[in-house]
């Protein structure tokens, strides 16, 4: 074990304060490493205040992330990523990034786009909402997404043109997406290349404004309110364990189809957000290609990572284990990217 922890210590995991940070930092403590948060100089009292950060480097703004590049280096750091990342920073200098990336770069591209996205996810079999190219074709509930939204703000759902004309106000950047009526399930996966597995590490369900607080009010009054889906927080979940072998079929159909579209494919933390319906069937509507806000919810450690591990292990963990294993076994190079 000593020796385990001196390889891992030769290393420090470093990520960005926001998100799924502090998993992401407490994981790479557990297993040995020294961590790093890269902060706005306001959210640094959050790393210091729970102890997970054994360094803290300050920058002025997220979109300067390059003024910590080199002490990263000279920290011989791996950068986790995870959605502030490539939000704040933008996917072309993530791209730039100088310091070992955990994951492969350049299956962001694809999770960006929609249409590549969903080639992706067609390629692999998946059952899809219908998607809209115009919104005279609109036949049924439909929701409308802009490009770029965060945690869902400023969607709406419309039945018809009429109704989608009088809600989009000036925005051109939406896509119109059958609204699939059954329950939310994001499921979060995790496929090791060092182990040559995919394994589940949870499931979660969001707690949206205002959309989970319409059932509050009587029926009467529910017309008045439109729908939106602005995330707050997240719910653990449990599936009927009847669905776990179609949950495992998906996310390795993901896998497959990721290596052909771009090489070598999806690895480590990624998520297939799902909407159940009454017969059972799951309709992916969002890939995320890393890990996500919802994998908080098991900062103790997730029930089926606890049965596959035999101890508390959050997907912030599992990168870190991940790393460490590689670096012993002398395959790091296969996990960047
Ligand atoms: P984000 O950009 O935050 O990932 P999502 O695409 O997850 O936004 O959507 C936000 C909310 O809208 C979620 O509650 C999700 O359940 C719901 N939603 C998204 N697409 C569909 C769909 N096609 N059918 C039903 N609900 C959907």
Known sequence: MSIILETASKHAIATIGSHSA??????GKDEGFRTIAVCKKDHSFIYRHFGVADRIIEIPSYSEFHVAENDLLMENAILVPHASLIAYIGLEAVENIRIPYYGNRRILLWESDRNLQRRWLEKAGLNLPRVYEEPEEIDRLCIVKFQGAKG?????LAR????????IGGSKDYSIQEYV??????????????????ELM?????????VDAISRIPAGLQQDIDATYTIVGNFPLFLRESLLPEVFKMGQSVVEASREVCKPG?????CLETVVTPDLKFYVFEISARIVAGTNVFMEGSPYAYLKHGRPMTTGRRIAMEIRE????????????
Do not use: T, W
């Open 22 to 27: 502090l998993q992401i930092l407490k994981g």
């Open 326 to 337: 590689a670096i012993e076994q002398d395959r790091l190079k296969e996990i960047l990217g």
């Open 181 to 198: 009526v059954g329950i939310p399930v994001y499921i979060h996966y995790f496929y090791s290349i060092i182990r040559g597995e995919l």
């Open 202 to 210: 949870g499931f979660d369900k969001r707690y949206e404004s205002n």
């Open 266 to 270: 999806i690895f480590g933390p990624f």
């Open 160 to 167: 018809s043109s009429e109704e989608f004309y009088e809600k």
């Open 152 to 156: 869902g703000q400023g969607y709406f």
